[in-house]
């Protein structure tokens, strides 16, 4: 099995920056793709960025040029790093990793939720 941690949520004025972080850690034989999330009071949760396991990116378009996720595989880890913020980008931030973890002598693949973390940003 496997489990994911965040940190790196805060409070911030406009236009500030935050870095999260989410750490990936168990029984992993590898990672496939890792992104971030986010929800909103009210609204549904949406896609903010994905990284694939070759690097490749996409973003959510009210965050195009201002969020910039990356990856660590030697340590896990997937970032976000998130400038000038809006207080639009208020939300609950989940990492979400899809990998192959051993067990019990097989390997098995699965999707994971971070715990969340809180963003908020004051106009």
């Known amino acids: 099995q496997a489990q994911l941690e965040e940190s790196g949520g805060g409070l911030v004025q406009a236009g500030g920056s935050l870095r999260l972080s989410c750490v990936a850690s168990?029984?992993?034989?590898?990672?496939?793709?890792m992104g971030w999330y986010r929800q909103a009071p009210g609204k549904q949760r949406e896609l903010v960025a994905a990284?694939?396991?070759?690097?490749?990116?996409n973003y959510a378009d009210s965050v195009k040029g201002r969020f910039t996720i990356s990856r660590s595989n030697a340590k896990n880890t997937v970032f976000l790093q998130m400038n000038s913020l809006k207080p639009e980008d208020t939300a609950v931030y989940y990492c979400?990793?899809?990998?192959?973890?051993?067990?019990?002598?097989?390997?098995?693949?699965?999707?994971?939720w971070g715990q969340g973390t809180q963003v908020t940003v004051s106009s």
């Open positions: 979400n990793v899809a990998l192959t973890y051993y067990s019990g002598g097989s390997y098995y693949t699965n999707r994971y």
């Open positions: 168990g029984s992993i034989f590898s990672i496939n793709a």
């Open positions: 990284i694939t396991s070759g690097g490749s990116t």
